[in-house]
């Protein structure tokens, strides 16, 4: 028979949470860790026209952005990602501004404003020099 008593290695307790996610057996007797602190992503300081925009509605559209970001400066350009197969939005956008200076008045006046029914995350977006370098 063995080390085991039914000759079967015991089986960790798998839990699946309400986001789908597994984990192992919970420390907390309840068997729930309790809420998940948000995660906000890192401000990036404004020194390209370039800015991002986090937390954007699935259903904000660029012409949607030109809009909002027309009230503050000058847009050339806005893009909102998308996935590729499906060409579904993936919550985020990056807005070209005409210059520096516009688009940190934007980050000043349209961070944390609600739109579409979410509050935006605009900041400076990352060059390919930062991205590279994490």
Same mark, same amino acid.
């Given at each position: *028979?063995?080390?085991?008593?039914?000759?079967?290695?015991?089986?960790?307790?798998? /839990? !699946?949470?309400?986001?789908?996610?597994?984990?192992?057996?919970?420390?907390? +007797?309840?068997?729930?860790?309790? +809420? $998940?602190?948000s995660?906000?992503?890192?401000?990036?300081?404004?020194?390209? +026209? $370039?800015?991002?925009?986090?937390?954007?509605?699935? /259903? =904000?559209?660029?012409?949607?952005?030109?809009?909002?970001?027309?009230?503050?400066?000058?847009v050339?350009?806005?893009?909102?990602?998308t996935?590729?197969?499906?060409? $579904?939005s993936?919550?985020? =956008?990056?807005? !070209? *501004?005409?210059?520096?200076?516009? =688009? !940190? $008045?934007?980050?000043?006046?349209?961070?944390?404003?609600?739109?579409?029914?979410r509050?935006?995350?605009?900041?400076? =977006?990352?060059?390919?020099? !930062?991205?590279?370098?994490?």
């Amino acid at each position: *028979m063995g080390f085991f008593s039914n000759g079967n290695p015991p089986i960790a307790k798998v /839990e !699946q949470r309400r986001n789908g996610s597994y984990s192992g057996s919970s420390s907390s +007797p309840s068997g729930s860790s309790g +809420p $998940r602190p948000s995660r906000r992503p890192e401000s990036v300081e404004v020194t390209t +026209p $370039r800015l991002y925009v986090g937390n954007l509605s699935f /259903e =904000a559209t660029e012409s949607d952005l030109f809009e909002l970001f027309n009230g503050v400066g000058q847009v050339q350009n806005a893009e909102v990602v998308t996935y590729k197969h499906n060409q $579904r939005s993936k919550g985020f =956008a990056f807005v !070209q *501004m005409n210059t520096v200076e516009e =688009a !940190q $008045r934007a980050v000043t006046e349209l961070h944390d404003k609600e739109f579409l029914g979410r509050k935006l995350l605009v900041s400076g =977006a990352k060059s390919s020099e !930062q991205t590279s370098a994490n």
